[in-house]
């Protein structure tokens, strides 16, 4: 099992940028895919980004060309860069541990103004 604890949500303007971090309880070098996740009010939670083991990315389409995910193994922490944001970004952002184990974080809080 592994914790997962993110940091780095708000409230930004539409356009700017934030970091988002997911900080491990416990190596995730044998984590194969983490990811991040998305909910907003009255929404399903949606998949935004995943990163293998060896760095490969897949990003969902509505964030493709402004988000960034990426893990530092030694840090024991995975990152999502979100740039260009826009209003409809707003939600809370869930970091995941998708294989081959399944954890959860707590959710940060991402508000985009307009």
């Known amino acids: 099992q592994v914790q997962l604890v993110e940091s780095g949500g708000g409230l930004v303007q539409a356009g700017g940028s934030l970091r988002l971090s997911c900080a491990a309880s416990?190596?995730?070098?044998?984590?194969?895919?983490m990811g991040w996740y998305r909910q907003a009010p009255g929404n399903q939670r949606e998949l935004v980004a995943t990163?293998?083991?060896?760095?490969?990315?897949n990003y969902a389409d509505s964030v493709k060309g402004r988000f960034t995910i990426s893990r530092d193994n030694a840090k024991n922490t995975v990152y999502l860069q979100i740039n260009s944001l826009k209003p409809e970004d707003t939600a809370v952002y869930y970091c995941?541990?998708?294989?081959?184990?399944?954890?959860w974080g707590q959710g940060t809080q991402v508000t985009v103004s307009s």
């Open positions: 990163i293998t083991s060896s760095d490969s990315t």
């Open positions: 995941a541990a998708i294989s081959p184990i399944r954890s």
């Open positions: 416990r190596s995730i070098f044998s984590i194969g895919v």
